[in-house]
């Protein structure tokens, strides 16, 4: 996926796992970048990496679900998303950049990160990212 393509009036979007016939894998670098008007959105299983400044400044996105086929999740990749309040990572074997969920400016919330304990732990939820850490096991 490189990018919406479409005004989203409703703040949920959701991502299918085919688009003209082809299996979607990844979401590209800056594909939603700026993209305000994302509140909610919903992954295709099928997909297997989140690309760099994927949902940079995309500050209305509030949630996320990172599916279990996942297995990296870029730099900046969810910077500035100012109200993101919760992530909910199923995959078990996932390489997260250490600027995935930059703080570089302000949160209007409190990132909490739902993740498997073979994935992270509360020390580095809040270390990497300011952000609490849930165990979740999706």
Not at 106 to 116: E, Y
Request: a neutral charge.
């Amino acid at each position: 996926i490189t990018g919406i393509g479409e005004k989203i009036s409703s703040g949920n979007y959701t991502i299918p796992s085919q688009i003209n016939g082809k299996t979607v894998v990844g979401i590209g670098n800056q594909a939603f970048y700026y993209e305000s008007g994302v509140k909610k959105i919903t992954l295709p299983e099928t997909l297997t990496y989140i690309g760099k400044q994927a949902f940079a400044n995309a500050g209305g996105l509030t949630s996320v679900v990172i599916p279990s086929r996942v297995t990296s999740i870029g730099s900046n990749a969810f910077t500035s998303c100012t109200y993101l309040a919760d992530v909910y990572i199923k995959s078990v074997n996932i390489s997260i950049d250490s600027y995935a969920f930059s703080t570089v400016y302000q949160r209007n919330v409190t990132l909490t990160i739902h993740a498997p304990s073979s994935v992270m732990n509360s020390m580095q939820a809040r270390m990497l990212w300011d952000a609490e850490y849930e165990e979740w096991n999706g």
